[in-house]
């Protein structure tokens, strides 16, 4: 599904359009708290887009539009600061709520270079809406270039480890222009919304080949 989601996204975007990290925000119903939302309703989703859609249009210069990304990704980051902690392991949490809220900039940027509204079909909204699996990104550093190959990945909630449905192989590591560890890497893996609890503190555990692990806290229930 995540495949079919991609190809479908990278049709419709035109050559050379800004690539496009994202955010994913929802209120928990009944409670006063931000949540990682696993059904939307057509009007939520609509939000989302607007979400997406709104900061994009109001940004008028490069500068203005790394800092609109930049913002996006903060608000479904977990793990490390990289303001703080440029080689501590953190991950990107992909939810439909991102998908989404990427799409409403995607739907700005457009919009612009063809001096007229852009939206995006229904049927890529609805792909997004009934997609089983949220992705996660995992951002980390080690001290060879293929030190991510292999890299193997749980959640550990209520003493539980959660796999994921699939893991996508690493990136080749990328020099270190930071002290520390000399190259940086990232893989992306999928767990099934039905497997995880997305209102549960959660341990993400991340064990590399040579079996070194690294694990750091995720707050779903306070992910944006």
């Known amino acids: 599904m995540c ?43 609509k939000k989302a887009l607007e979400a997406g859609r709104a900061p994009m249009e109001k940004a008028n210069s490069p500068e203005d539009v790394k800092k609109v990304l930049q913002q996006a990704s903060m608000v479904t980051r977990v793990g490390a600061d990289p303001e703080k902690d440029q080689c501590g392991a953190r991950a990107i949490l992909r939810t439909k709520r991102y998908r989404l809220e990427a799409f409403g900039r995607q739907e700005a940027a457009e919009s612009k270079k063809q001096k ?18 949220m992705e996660v990104e995992v951002q ?5 270039e293929y030190f991510a190959e292999k890299a193997d990945i749980v959640f550990q909630q209520k003493g539980k480890n959660i796999r994921p449905v699939d893991i996508s192989p ?3 590591g990328r020099k270190n222009e930071v002290a520390g560890p000399a190259y940086r890497s990232r893989f992306t893996a999928r767990f099934g919304y039905e ?20 694990q750091f806290d995720a707050d779903f229930s306070k992910v944006k």
Not at 195 to 214: E, H, R, Y
């Open 3 to 45: 495949a079919n989601h991609d190809s479908v996204s990278r049709r419709w975007r035109s050559r050379g359009m800004i690539g496009l990290v994202v955010g994913a925000v929802v209120w928990a119903v009944g409670a006063p708290v931000w949540a990682i939302d696993v059904k939307l309703s057509p009007e939520e989703a």
């Open 116 to 133: 007229k509204e852009v939206r995006m079909p229904e049927e890529f909204i609805q792909k997004v809406v009934d997609m089983p699996n």
């Open 140 to 144: 980390l550093c080690g001290d060879d």
């Open 170 to 172: 690493a990136d080749r």
């Open 195 to 214: 497997s995880f609890d997305p209102n549960a503190k959660t341990t993400v555990i991340v064990t590399l080949q040579d079996g070194q692990t690294m």
